[in-house]
């Protein structure tokens, strides 16, 4: 029985620990994945500053196939949005907008998951490079404004977030890379 209470203990013990650790930690986030495509900085600008080009690319695309998307103000460039609904997790529903585009080198995102709460947004670098052009794909997430407990969730998840998003940022450049350098 004493090793039950003492294993208790050591278990609220190492929670207690992980929450406090979760509570101090930045508000902020922010996630960085890169490949250099040998491509036109046009014809890579063409695939992200135009959501309706977005899934030709997306590493999220892929997941579910059911996925019903929304396209809302014009094409693209600045108030071009896109919104989603999935019953696949890791999909789930959501919107991006985009907020800024400068030709041929930037396009910044605003993003909303369900009903995450938080500022978030992506934003994809398109520079030159030896070999084409490096274009870097950015995560940035901010939950200062959220609530306690989401703020808690927030900075939570941002403790994970190289592990979980990496490799997907990392498969929509791949996929990007073959589109762009493919001339679809």
């Not at 919104?83 to 696949?88: A, D, F, I, P």
């Amino acid at each position: 029985m004493k090793i039950l209470k003492i294993i208790g203990i050591g278990l609220v013990a190492i929670l207690l620990l992980a929450v406090v650790f979760t509570v101090f930690q930045s508000p902020q986030s922010h996630l960085a994945r890169s490949v250099v495509i040998n491509a036109p900085d046009s014809v890579i600008f063409e695939y992200v500053n135009n959501y309706q080009k977005f899934n030709a690319w997306s590493p999220w695309a892929k997941l579910d196939a059911n996925t019903q998307y929304m396209y809302d103000g014009p094409t693209a460039g600045v108030g071009a949005r896109m919104s989603w609904v999935s019953k696949h997790p890791d999909v789930g529903t959501g919107a991006q907008w985009i907020v800024e585009s400068e030709p041929y080198k930037r396009v910044k995102s605003g993003m909303q998951f369900g009903d995450f709460e938080g500022e978030f947004f992506a934003q994809v670098d398109i520079e030159p490079a030896e070999g084409g052009h490096r274009v870097t794909w950015h995560y940035y997430g901010d939950v200062s404004t959220a609530s306690a407990a989401g703020a808690f969730m927030g900075k939570f998840f941002g403790l994970f977030m190289d592990g979980m998003l990496g490799p997907q940022y990392e498969d929509g450049l791949k996929n990007l890379k073959a589109v762009a350098e493919s001339g679809q």
